[in-house]
């Protein structure tokens, strides 16, 4: 459970997400070249789909070999790349935490736009835990460790991810880093991941604050999530 907890953060240093990637894809150009002279352009677009979904990928371990070197201005450029290529949310703010730590931030009104939504609720000497981010995705991790991976448009549970990133804001305190320790019984935690940083709020929240709105709203995208994936264990004819 930890290890999944920690992906649901944007605060990894490029080493380590470079020493956390593997691939297994043939990367052979004249495969692809052979593909189009020979006419099978659908194999060749396909082929290309999957290379391309790797650019980022391919640019933060740039990015790290340039920082290692010392290159700090190359390693910005590549970084600054990612922001703008990557679909995914998490990918995107990896991005903006390590331009942060070379000296390259983010307009001061896009530091504060809230990209992700993390609650933690202590259950059992452990947590629930509910993620939502910008492009649609959201994780949901049980106090026991089950997990629910969301990364499909859905008529119910798409707008609401939407609506509680719209509704939220930065509250709390600033941090360098998502917070470890567990969240104290009787609390609750509230992590917000902006292209400038991270923002913890964690306490009992005041009934009609916007910390009690905002997780009253969490809690809905929670039951969507569980009931669409119990809904789909379930098959057509509900068994």
Known sequence: MDQNRALLFPDWELEKIVKHMHSDRDDELSGLVNLVNSGKLAEASKWLQIEISHYPWVLLIAAHISVANGKLEEAGKLLRAVTLIAHDTLVQLW??????????????????????IIIEVPFENSAEIVASYSDGTARYINHKGGMIIWEDYDETITPLIFSGLKMARPMGSPVSQHADSPVEDGNVRLTLLCPGGIYIWEGIPEDGSDVARLFAQQAGLLNALVRKTLESREGPDGQ
């Open 95 to 116: 991005a903006w935490h390590n331009l942060t730590k070379i000296g390259k931030f983010p307009s001061v009104s896009f530091a504060q736009q809230v990209m992700g």
